[in-house]
Each structure stands twice: as C-alpha cells, then as structure tokens.
C-alpha cells in the first residue's frame, strides 16, 4: 500500500511563505512522478507543480513555488513563496510512473496513481 502524507499546511498572512512536505515512506520519490496539486472550494482541483526530469510548474506558481525531493527523507517538498488570497486550497501530493511528468502532462492531466489526504493552506 503506498501512502503519501503531507504536512506544513496552516494559515499565513497574503506575502508570507510555508513549506509543504509529502512523506512517501513505500516509494522513492526520484523513480517517480510526483507532483503537486491543489483545489479550492467550488472549484477544479489543478496542477501546481511536478518532479522527474525536471521541474515543471503551472503558470499561476512560477516563480513563487519550488519543488523539491529528497530520496533520503522519502519527501518531497513545496516552498511557496509570496504567497497570496488566491493561493487558498487543499493541497494535494500526488504519485505516478515517471512518463506522465514529461512535457508536464502530469499537471494538465489532473489525475494519479496515488494521492495523500491533503493539507489545508489559507491565506489571508
């Protein structure tokens, strides 16, 4: 059974930054696709950022977010930097065979093999 657990959500004022972690303790993130994705409510959960190859980043975070991994932690992170009202959502880590990362479909696709439970993150 793979389980993803994240953490580091909270509330923070409209400019301030958190860092979100994904615990991946049945998987190595680095063989994976592992991504990001969040959903305020009464809207469609997105793609915010995803790992394999490289980076790859939806154009309301770039510039502001990191993703991260460390095989040795079994976690991936998110830096959210300059954070704003709109950046308000559930946050989701998710996981799924590496080729879904490239061109960054794993984003537009929306969906995965795995996900966690979610961490809340409010902006104010």
């Known amino acids: 059974h793979v389980q993803l657990v994240e953490s580091g959500g909270g509330s923070v004022q409209a400019g301030g930054n958190l860092t979100l972690s994904c615990a991946t303790p049945?998987?190595?993130?680095?063989?994976?696709?592992m991504g990001w994705f969040r959903q305020a409510p009464g809207k469609e959960r997105e793609g915010v950022a995803a790992?394999?190859?490289?980076?790859y980043y939806a154009d309301s975070v770039k510039g502001r977010f990191i993703i991260s991994e460390d095989d040795s932690k079994k976690t991936v992170f998110l830096r959210m930097n300059s954070l704003r009202p709109e950046d308000t959502a559930e946050y989701f880590c998710?996981?799924?065979?590496?080729?879904?990362?490239?061109?960054?479909?794993?984003?537009?696709?929306?969906?995965?093999?795995?996900w966690g439970q979610g961490t809340q993150v409010t902006v104010s």
């Open positions: 790992i394999f190859d490289r980076t």
């Open positions: 049945a998987l190595t993130p680095s063989g994976y696709c």
């Open positions: 998710a996981a799924d065979s590496p080729g879904y990362c490239v061109g960054g479909y794993f984003l537009r696709r929306n969906g995965a093999r795995y």
